[in-house]
């Protein structure tokens, strides 16, 4: 498919075995790790030499690529986690990044949709993500894409992603 400005963008699920989307997977995600949004530090040593051999041996994980041509534009990388109010699987969207030439391109609407067929195709009951409030074009992004906050009860609000770094 050509994007707006004419170059030809696919979306495929990573293949870890493949070294070209092996490749492609770690280059993006360095590139998000040194972007403002994705903390501003470089992925490890490492991480980039041991990252796909260990999403590879995680049967619920599992990577969605963009590419413009041969050149990668778009990661997501994606996690099946397990609702137990639903007892289905979910999916949870970890990383989701598009090189800053190809934003405003639609790139992760695609990357999401394909992500969108995987969970589908796993019976998923939903697909869940982080995102950083201050990321206005990510959470645009979600939201036309039929993303919201999570609550239970609005008395007790909204849900928080919290972290303990161990």
Known sequence: MATTDGTDLSVVRADYANPHHAQALVAMLDAYARDPAGGATPLSD??????????????????????????????ANCFEG????????????????????HRGQ??????LALVEQIARERNACKITLEVLSGNHSANKLYTRFGFAG?????????????QKRL
């Open 46 to 75: 490492f991480a980039c030499a041991n990252l796909v051999r260990a999403l590879s041996a995680r049967p619920q994980a599992f990577s969605v690529l963009a590419f413009d041509s041969a050149q990668p534009v778009g990661l």
């Open 82 to 101: 397990f609702s137990t109010f639903a007892c289905r699987p979910l999916i949870n969207v970890h990383d989701l990044a598009v090189a800053a030439g």
């Open 106 to 111: 639609r790139v992760g609407e695609r990357m």
């Open 150 to 162: 999570y609550q239970l009860n609005p008395a007790l609000g909204q849900a928080q992603f919290l």
